[in-house]
């Protein structure tokens, strides 16, 4: 049978900041997801009108094109939504975290469970690590920092 190591007060706390971090990141991610949507829509619908305006009728069919599956994505992953959704709860763990030293370690726990458990958890799998490394560096922890990824670190400059 594994032993279990006991978790302790300061690891909740940590789990609060990565939460609120986490959250952080995935806010600034679908916010600036939403804003490149409305920036290709509003682009697309000026080249649509150019083209038809210079008889382009290819150019203004692709500009048109373009605009609609950016509208459809948009719809489907609603960005802004979650992008709100995820400014709540990153509220919500600062709150937390800012209450932690006040707490015993047992109402922490009670508290952080059920953040963990109420918000939402549709963050591309980059930013987990990013936050992870944000959180572990910001307390000094930087041993435990992991290595970036490509891909981390182009969701970086989306976070």
């Known amino acids: 049978m594994p032993e279990q190591i006991a978790r302790t007060k300061y690891q909740a706390i940590l789990d609060t900041q990565y ?3 986490y959250h952080r990141f995935c806010r600034r991610f679908y916010r600036h997801v939403s ?12 080249a649509a ?3 038809f305006m210079a008889s ?16 459809v994505m ?3 992953l609603s960005p802004a939504v979650r992008s709100e959704q995820h400014k709540f709860h990153s509220r919500k763990f600062s709150d ?20 963990q458990s109420r918000g ?5 799998q980059p930013i987990r690590w990013i936050a992870y490394n944000d959180t572990v560096t910001s ?15 182009i969701f970086r400059v989306l976070c």
């Open 19 to 21: 939460g609120a971090t």
């Open 49 to 51: 009108v150019g083209g």
């Open 120 to 124: 939402p958890d549709d963050g591309p």
């Open 35 to 46: 804003k490149i949507f409305a920036f290709i829509v509003l682009m697309g619908g000026t």
């Open 56 to 71: 382009s009728a290819g150019f203004g069919t692709f500009a048109a094109l373009l605009m609609a599956v950016t509208t």
């Open 74 to 76: 948009d719809q489907l």
């Open 139 to 153: 307390k000094g922890h930087t041993d435990l920092k992991e290595p970036e990824t490509k891909t981390q670190r």
């Open 96 to 115: 937390l975290d800012a209450q932690a030293e006040s707490l015993s370690f047992e109402e922490l726990e009670i508290r952080l469970k059920y953040l």
